[in-house]
C-alpha cells in the first residue's frame, strides 16, 4: 500500500532561514506528487505538482520542490522563510489506483 | 468561478446522532472526495465520486456513506456518531484525479 511519510512534525525557524521538508513515499510505481499548505484559519492551498518532466518544480511564494525518484523523495524547499509563511504543510502522492494520499502534515511557525 | 464551497461550516451533535454534510465542487468539475482531518490522524480519505459513482473509498466504517447528485454535488452522511468523529472534514473538487480544490471544510464536534 502506497504511504507517505513527513518526517518534521514541528519545525521552527527564524526569518530569512533557508527551509527543507522532508517528503518520503512508497510506491514502486509512477506517482503524481504534490505539496499543499494550510495557513492558519485559511483552506488548503496547492503549493505545487511534480507529474512528470523536469524533477525540480516551482511553486507559488518561491517554493521549490525537487523529485528524487532513486530515493523515493519529493523535499520541499525555500532558501529564504518569511513570517508568513507560518503554516502546516502537507505532502501528498497518488500511484496507480488514482487514491490520494496525505502526509500527516509538518507544522512550520517562522520566529519574526 | 466560485470556489468548492461547503455547508454548513460548524456543526454539533451528540453521540448516536447521524449528520450530513454538504458539498458543491467548482463548476465543471465531476471527480468529489471527501477527507476527515484530526491532529491525531491528519488527514485521511474517506472516499471519492465521480460522475454519480463511488470510484474510491478508505478504510473507514460502514457508519460513513456519500453520495453524488447528477449537478456534482456531493453529500457525506455519518450514522450513529462517536465522539471519535469529532474532525475538521474537507471535500475537495478536481477536473482531473491530478490537482483537488479544497473547501474550508466542515467543523463537527460530537458531545
Known amino acids: 500500500a502506497q504511504s507517505v511519510s513527513q518526517h518534521n512534525h514541528h519545525v521552527i525557524l527564524s526569518e530569512a532561514a533557508s527551509l527543507e521538508l522532508g517528503c518520503n513515499y512508497s510506491y514502486g510505481g509512477t506517482v503524481n506528487l504534490f505539496w499543499y499548505v494550510q495557513y492558519p484559519g485559511q483552506h488548503l492551498q496547492l503549493l505545487l505538482k511534480y507529474f512528470s518532466g523536469d524533477p525540480l518544480v516551482k511553486g507559488i511564494k518561491g517554493f521549490e520542490a525537487e523529485f528524487i525518484k532513486s530515493k523515493f523523495s519529493f523535499n520541499l524547499r525555500k532558501p529564504s522563510v518569511q513570517w508568513s509563511d507560518t503554516a502546516e504543510y502537507f505532502c501528498?502522492?497518488?500511484?496507480?489506483?488514482?487514491?490520494?494520499?496525505f502526509g500527516k502534515g509538518t507544522r512550520l511557525h517562522i520566529l519574526p | 468561478k466560485a470556489g468548492v464551497t461547503q455547508t454548513p461550516r460548524y456543526l454539533i451533535k451528540t453521540r448516536g446522532q447521524q449528520v450530513t454534510l454538504s458539498c458543491s465542487p467548482i463548476s465543471g468539475h465531476r471527480s468529489v472526495s471527501w477527507y476527515q482531518q484530526t491532529p491525531g490522524q491528519g488527514l485521511q480519505f474517506l472516499f471519492e465520486?465521480?460522475?454519480?459513482?463511488?470510484?474510491n473509498k478508505g478504510n473507514f466504517p460502514g457508519r460513513f456513506s456519500g453520495r453524488q447528485f447528477s449537478n456534482s454535488r456531493s453529500e457525506m452522511n455519518v450514522s450513529t456518531l462517536e465522539l471519535g468523529d469529532s474532525a475538521l472534514y474537507l471535500c475537495a473538487s478536481s477536473f482531473t484525479q491530478e490537482t483537488q480544490y479544497f473547501g474550508p471544510g466542515t467543523r463537527l464536534l460530537v458531545l
Open positions: 465520486y465521480f460522475s454519480e459513482t463511488q470510484r
Open positions: 501528498a502522492v497518488t500511484g496507480g489506483d488514482d487514491k490520494i494520499i
